[in-house]
T-cell receptor, first 112, second 112 residues
Framework: DSGVTQTPKHLITATGQRVTLRCSPR?????VYWYQQSLDQGLQFLIQYYNGEERAKGNILERFSAQQFPDLHSELNLSSLELGDSALYFCASSMDGYNEQFFGPGTRLTVL | EDKVVQSPLSLVVHEGDTVTLNCSYE??????LLWYKQEKKAPTFLFML????IEKKSGRLSSILDKKELSSILNITATQTGDSAIYLC????????????FGEGTQLTVNP
C-alpha cells in the first residue's frame, strides 16, 4: 500500500458523459500527478500539480481538466467522454515534486 | 520527444534463474531514471537512479545506470514466482516540473 488513495475503483459510464476521479496523496506529499494507462498507449503522463499550482502538463486532452485543492487532494475531470477514454487512470504523489513518485491503486474507467 | 525502450518485452524463466532487464532512453536534460514493478494494478517504486547515484541494490534486485550508453539494467537474482510482473522503466527530465516518460515494460513470468 503506497499511501495514495483513489476513488472510485471502478466507473462505468456512457459516451458524452462527465466524470470526476479523486485522489488523496500520501501524508506530507505536496505534488500530485495524473497518468492514463491504456493497452495500446502504455502509461502516459497527463498533468502535475504542486501545492495547488499546475507545474507540468503532458498529453492531456482539452476535454480533461484537473485541480489540486488546499487540502492537497486532487480531482481529474473528464467530460464529453468517448469510447477511447476507457483506461486505467492513476494518481501518483511525491514529496516535493522532484523525488520518486508513489502510485495509487487506480480508477478503471469504462465508457460504453 | 523523450523516448524509453525496454527489452525484452517478455521473458519466461524458472525459479532460481537470474534475469537482466534492459532499458535505453533518449531524453533532453536527463534528471533521473526510475524502475517500477507492476503486478495487478498500481506500479510499485523500486529504484531511482541519478547522476549522483548510478547503482542501487535492494535484496535480490539491483540496478545500474550507464549515462554514457544512455541505458540501465535491472537484475533480479534467484527469481521467485512472486517476481512475476511487468517491470517498467521511466525517465525524468530536468525541468521546472516533473513528468515521467515510461517504456512499454517487460513482462516477466517466473515458473516454479
Amino acid at each position: 500500500d503506497s499511501g495514495v488513495t483513489q476513488t472510485p475503483k471502478h466507473l462505468i459510464t456512457a459516451t458524452g458523459q462527465r466524470v470526476t476521479l479523486r485522489c488523496s496523496p500520501r501524508s506530507g506529499d505536496l505534488s500530485v500527478y495524473w497518468y492514463q494507462q491504456s493497452l495500446d498507449q502504455g502509461l502516459q503522463f497527463l498533468i502535475q500539480y504542486y501545492n495547488g499550482e499546475e507545474r507540468a502538463k503532458g498529453n492531456i486532452l482539452e476535454r480533461f481538466s484537473a485541480q489540486q485543492f488546499p487540502d492537497l487532494h486532487s480531482e481529474l475531470n473528464l467530460s464529453s467522454l468517448e469510447l477511447g477514454d476507457s483506461a486505467l487512470y492513476f494518481c501518483a504523489s511525491s514529496m516535493d515534486g522532484y523525488n520518486e513518485q508513489f502510485f495509487g491503486p487506480g480508477t478503471r474507467l469504462t465508457v460504453l | 520527444e523523450d523516448k524509453v525502450v525496454q527489452s525484452p518485452l517478455s521473458l519466461v524463466v524458472h525459479e532460481g534463474d537470474t534475469v537482466t532487464l534492459n532499458c535505453s532512453y533518449e531524453v533532453t536534460n536527463f534528471r533521473s531514471l526510475l524502475w517500477y514493478k507492476q503486478e495487478k494494478k498500481a506500479p510499485t517504486f523500486l529504484f531511482m537512479l541519478t547522476s549522483s547515484g548510478i547503482e542501487k541494490k535492494s535484496g535480490r534486485l539491483s540496478s545500474i545506470l550507464d549515462k554514457k550508453e544512455l541505458s540501465s539494467i535491472l537484475n533480479i537474482t534467484a527469481t521467485q514466482t512472486g517476481d512475476s510482473a511487468i517491470y517498467l522503466c521511466a525517465v525524468e527530465r530536468e525541468t521546472s516540473g516533473s513528468r515521467l516518460t515510461f517504456g512499454e515494460g517487460t513482462q516477466l513470468t517466473v515458473n516454479p
